[in-house]
C-alpha cells in the first residue's frame, strides 16, 4: 500500500515521541527538559543503568549512545512492538486520530485477487488436515507418532495429508466451486504447458502450512513418504502470495512469543520448529529448505535483535552457519547481531530434544557463540600460523571480513575483539627456565622494586594515552571539515575513558547527520560542562590546531601526529604491563629489548620539531633525547641491571 505525499509528515507533526516513547520507559528528571522536549532515559533496546536514552521531541528523532539506536516515532513501534512499518504507521495514525488513506484502485484490484488466493490456501488446509484420518494416511500417521507428535502439535500447526491420487485436491477445490485459474496461479495444481488437464502438485505428503506474519496460508511445505520420490521436502512455488526468500516458517506465533522475552531461535526445518515449540522453546523460526537470505534476516531482527542460529550438527550446518556470516556482515547495525548455537555433531534440535531433553537444548542456547568468535574459529581453525607471513595473511582476511560492516562503531569493536582473540592465540607463551626447580632464582625485594618501577611508568603511559585522546577529539570538534579525512581512525581509535567514547559517538553521530553546528549538537548530546572541561584542559588549549580552529591542513597535521605518537605510548604501556605480568624473578634479556625497543619508538613518536621548549640530550650516536624522558628511561634500566646484580651475588 502506498500512502499520498504528506501523510508521513502530517502523522509526525501529529505525533508526540515523547509520548510514544514515554509507555516504555521511565524518564531521567534530573537530565530531562520537558518544556524543551529533551528528554533522557535507560534505554529501552538494552540493560543500562545511566540514562543515555536521548528523546529530542522538537526534532522527532531519538538517540541511544550506548547502543547506537535511533529512529522517529515510526521506528520505535516497529523495534518495540514487533510490527511492520505499515503497521506502525496504522497504530500511530490511529492514536492521531488520522484515517489510513484508501488504497489506488489497481491495489485495491491485487489485494482482492489475493485475498481469493488466499480462501483457496485455505480449503486446501482443510482438505489436507481431513484427509490425515483417513486410511490412506496410516503410514503418514505412523511416521509422526514416531517423531512424537501429539494431537495437540498436530493442531496446533495444522498438519494435514496429501493423498497419493493425480487430482484429489483439484476435484476437491471445483467442486466448492473455486475458479481452476486460482487454484493454478495458487500453486496448488499445475497445468501441463501441452494443454491436458491439470493435475496436484502434492501428492503423498505429510503436509505442513506455510503462514504469512499476519496468519493467512500463503504456501505449502510436503514430506515425502516414499522413499524414492525425488525431493524429500517439497515447498509451493513462487505465487503472488508466497516468496520464499521473504517469508519464515511460524513468523506469527514466533514473533508474538518473542515479545515476552526477546529471545529468537532459528531452526532448519519443519519437524525442528515444531519440536522446539513443543518443549516450550515457542520463538522459534525456520527458513523455507534453503540457504537464509539478507530479506530473512531483516524479518528476524524485526523479531529479536540478536537471533540464536541452531543449525543441524554436522558439516552442511556448519557450512551453513559459515556462509552465514558472510551474507550478516554487511547487514550488521549497532545493537543487532546474531548467536550461533553449536550442537552435537550430527544432530539437529529435534534429535537432542528426543536424546536429552530440553535442558540440553538449553545449555546449547545459553553457551551460543557470538559471530565474531565464529568468524574467527572458521578463518583460524585447523591451521598453523608460526610465521610473520601466514599472520600477517589472517590480518588481512580479518581486516577485508570487518571492512564490511558498515557501522564505524561496530566495526572497531568487532576489529577489537580480534585483536584479542590474537593477542591471546599469538602471544609467547611462559616458559620454565633452567635449574632443579625450573625457574630463576627469586630475590624478592629488588622484583617488588623493579615491579613497581614497571607499573608506574605504565602508569604515566596511561595518563599520556588520555591526554591525546583529549587533543585528538579537541581538534576534530574545533575543526569539523578534518572528519571528512580522519572520521575513520577516529571511529577506530580505542578510547580509554568513557566520557571520551561518549564525545567520540556523538561526534561521528553529527559527521554522519550534520544539521546545525558541532558544538551546539554536542551540548545537546553530553552537556556544555563536559565540553568546557574537554576545550578548557590546559595542554589542550595550548595546542596550534585549537587555537586556530578552522585551519583543516594544521587539524590534519595534528591529529596524524597525535596518532602516531599514541599508537607508541599504547604500545609503550603494553610492553611494561606485559613485562610485570611474564616474569617471577629478575628480567629477562628478552624482555629487556622489547622495553628498550617500545621506548625508542615512543621516543621517536613523541620528538618533534615544532616544540622548540623541549630540553634535549645528545646521545651517544649523535640522535636528540628528550631530557626528561631519557632520564626517566635510565632510571627504569638502573632498576633492571640492579635486579639482576642482585640475582647473581645474591
Known amino acids: 500500500m502506498s500512502l499520498p505525499p504528506g501523510f508521513l509528515d ?73 510490527v511492520g512499518f505499515m503497521e506502525a504507521v496504522e497504530i500511530l495514525a490511529r492514536e492521531a486520530g488520522m484515517t489510513m488513506p484508501a488504497a489506488d484502485p489497481q491495489a485495491k484490484v491485487k489485494a482482492d485477487r489475493n485475498a481469493r488466493l488466499a480462501e483457496v490456501m485455505e480449503e486446501s488446509v482443510k482438505f489436507f488436515r481431513l484427509q490425515l484420518s483417513t486410511g490412506k494416511a496410516s503410514a503418514a500417521r505412523d511416521y509422526l507418532q514416531r517423531r512424537a507428535l501429539t494431537t495437540d502439535a498436530l493442531g496446533r500447526f495444522e498438519i494435514g495429508f496429501a493423498p497419493n491420487a493425480r487430482r484429489a485436491l483439484w476435484e476437491h477445490l471445483t467442486g466448492k466451486n473455486i475458479d481452476p485459474k486460482l487454484i493454478v496461479e495458487s500453486g496448488m495444481a499445475i497445468a501441463p504447458d501441452d494443454g491436458g488437464a491439470p493435475f496436484d502438485r502434492f501428492r503423498d505428503r505429510i503436509m505442513f502450512p506455510i503462514r504469512d506474519q499476519r496468519g493467512r496460508c500463503i504456501a505449502f511445505g510436503g514430506r515425502a513418504m516414499s522413499p524414492e520420490a525425488q525431493a524429500k521436502y517439497l515447498n509451493s512455488p513462487e505465487t503472488p502470495l508466497f516468496d520464499k526468500g521473504r517469508s519464515l516458517y511460524n513468523h506469527g506465533p514466533a514473533r508474538a512469543a518473542s515479545g515476552k522475552d526477546g529471545r529468537l531461535i532459528v531452526a532448519e526445518g519443519y519437524m525442528d520448529v515444531i519440536a522446539l515449540c513443543e518443549a516450550g522453546f515457542t520463538a522459534t523460526v525456520a527458513p523455507l529448505g534453503t540457504a537464509i537470505t539478507a530479506m530473512q534476516l531483516e524479518l528476524m531482527w524485526r523479531i529479536a535483535p540478536e537471533p540464536i542460529i541452531a543449525l543441524d550438527g554436522d558439516k552442511a550446518g556448519l557450512r551453513a552457519a559459515m556462509r552465514l556470516i558472510d551474507l550478516a556482515l554487511p547487514l550488521l547495525q549497532p545493537g543487532r547481531g546474531l548467536r550461533f548455537a553449536v550442537l552435537p555433531e550430527g544432530q539437529d534440535p529435534d534429535d537432542l530434544l528426543r536424546a536429552q531433553g530440553a535442558s540440553a537444548m538449553q545449555s546449547a542456547l545459553d553457551g551460543a557463540l557470538t559471530m565474531v568468535r565464529l568468524m574467527w574459529q572458521r ?75 614497571l607499573l608506574a611508568a605504565a602508569d604515566s603511559a596511561k595518563v599520556e594515552t588520555e591526554l591525546r585522546e583529549r587533543v585528538i577529539l579537541a581538534t576534530a570538534i574545533c575543526t569539523p571539515a578534518v572528519l571528512d579525512t580522519h572520521g575513520d581512525a577516529l571511529a577506530d581509535l580505542p578510547l580509554s575513558h568513557p566520557d571520551h567514547a561518549l564525545l567520540r559517538a556523538a561526534i ?41 580552529p578552522g585551519n583543516a591542513e594544521l587539524a590534519a597535521m595534528g591529529i596524524a ?21 611474564d616474569f617471577d624473578g629478575p628480567l629477562p634479556d628478552r624482555v629487556v629489548w622489547r622495553l628498550v625497543q617500545a621506548t625508542e619508538a615512543r621516543n621517536r613518536a613523541t620528538r618533534q620539531s615544532l616544540d622548540d621548549r623541549t630540553e634535549y640530550d645528545t646521545g651517544t650516536n649523535g640522535a636528540k633525547l628528550n631530557k626528561d624522558e631519557r632520564s626517566a628511561f635510565d632510571q627504569l634500566i638502573r632498576d633492571i641491571d640492579f635486579s639482576k646484580s642482585r640475582d647473581r651475588h645474591g
Open 10 to 82: 502530517e502523522l509526525r507533526t501529529r505525533t508526540s515521541l515523547t509520548h510514544v516513547v514515554g509507555r516504555k520507559v521511565t524518564w531521567d528528571p534530573r537530565k530531562s527538559n520537558q518544556g524543551k522536549g529533551d528528554m533522557w532515559a535507560p534505554c529501552p533496546f538494552h540493560q543500562e543503568k545511566t540514562a543515555s536514552f536521548h528523546v529530542d521531541d522538537r526534532k522527532g528523532f531519538y538517540y541511544c549512545f550506548g547502543c547506537q539506536a535511533k529512529g522517529d516515532a515510526i521506528g520505535f513501534v516497529q523495534e518495540t512492538e514487533n
Open 508 to 548: 561521528l553521530d553529527w559527521h554522519a547527520r550534520p544539521h546545525g553546528q558541532l558544538r551546539d549538537r554536542l551540548e545537546e548530546t553530553v552537556g556544555a560542562s563536559a565540553l568546557e572541561t574537554l576545550l578548557s584542559h590546559a595542554h589542550v588549549a595550548l595546542i596550534p590546531a585549537v587555537r586556530s
Open 561 to 581: 601526529e597525535e596518532l602516531g605518537k599514541l599508537a607508541a605510548a599504547r604500545g609503550h604501556a603494553d610492553e611494561l604491563r606485559e613485562a610485570v605480568e
Open 379 to 453: 578463518e583460524t581453525e585447523g591451521q598453523v600460523f608460526d610465521s610473520p607471513e601466514r599472520r600477517a595473511g589472517l590480518d588481512k582476511r580479518l581486516r577485508d571480513l570487518t571492512e564490511q560492516i558498515p557501522d564505524q562503531n561496530l566495526k572497531h569493536h568487532y576489529r577489537q575483539e580480534l585483536r584479542d582473540l590474537q593477542w591471546q592465540a599469538f602471544r609467547p607463551k611462559k616458559t620454565a627456565r633452567s635449574g632443579k626447580t625450573g625457574k630463576w632464582p627469586v630475590d624478592h625485594a629488588a622484583t617488588q622494586s623493579l615491579r613497581r618501577s
